[in-house]
Nanobody
Framework: QVQLVESGGGLVQTGGSLSLVCAAS????????MGWFRQAPGKEREFVAA????????YYADSVKGRFTIIRDNDENKVYLLMNSVKPEDTAVYYC????????????????????WGQGTQVTVSS
């Protein structure tokens, strides 16, 4: 069983920055492919970013590429989402997910492999 707890959400102005943290309670954290997802009001959950076990490979949705960065610290069992140049359309509840996928073939493939989810943290970008 893996427990994921997100933190770091809040209110930020357009163009500002915010850092989200996902803390995992898993001795096998270093073996987990981790990702961030978000869900805006009235919309379906969407993929944001993913990072491989070692952190060597990262993947991003086109909508956040160049603005967001996903990193992980396997010693601390944490994965981060560094959000820069945020926009009002980034407003959503952000979720951390741990996937059993060994590779990233596609966003759908990765999301279908997510076995554990955090409770989410709200990010609101004011215009």
């Amino acid at each position: 069983q893996v427990q994921l707890v997100e933190s770091g959400g809040g209110l930020v102005q357009t163009g500002g920055s915010l850092s989200l943290v996902c803390a995992a309670s898993a001795r096998t954290f270093a073996n987990l492919f981790m990702g961030w997802f978000r869900q805006a009001p009235g919309k379906e959950r969407e993929f944001v970013a993913a990072i491989s076990w070692s952190g060597a490979n990262t993947y991003y949705a086109d909508s956040v590429k160049g603005r967001f960065t996903i990193i992980r610290d396997n010693d601390e069992n944490k994965v981060y989402l560094l959000m820069n140049s945020v926009k009002p359309e980034d407003t959503a509840v952000y979720y951390c997910g741990a996937s059993n996928r060994g590779e990233f073939r596609s966003r759908i493939y990765f999301e279908e492999g997510v076995q554990y989810w955090g409770q989410g943290t709200q990010v609101t970008v004011s215009s």
